[in-house]
């Protein structure tokens, strides 16, 4: 649950106040995560470490954090899901509410 709860705080700082310049028109984002990526939110990078067959492990400023697949999270106004993972790549969305 801590990492989880890290996960969250990292994704409502890093700039899910910034739907627009992500390139989302409406209030939703949807990310394809692959092992070796990178996700900027907001200007703030998460480096993808690690998918596997249920989870995404994220790096961010020497924080390793993991999000689990099937846990929705309601956070400061934020809503995050961990899709389907599927041949080392991962479907998240992320919903300002």
């Known amino acids: 649950m801590v990492c989880l709860f890290a996960v969250v705080a990292a994704f409502s700082v890093t700039g899910c106040d910034h739907l ?7 209030r939703a984002c949807h990310f394809n995560l692959v ?4 996700v900027d939110l907001g200007g ?19 924080l390793s954090v993991s999000l689990f697949q099937g846990v929705d999270l309601d956070f400061l106004g934020y809503h995050l899901h961990l ?10 969305d992320v919903t300002r509410k």
Do not use: H, P, Y
């Open 20 to 26: 627009v310049d992500l390139g989302c028109a409406d």
């Open 35 to 38: 092992s070796g990526g990178k």
């Open 44 to 62: 703030q990078e998460l480096a993808v470490q690690k998918v596997d067959n249920n989870s995404v492990t994220f790096l961010s400023n020497g």
């Open 83 to 92: 899709g389907e993972i599927r041949g080392g790549e991962a479907s998240l």
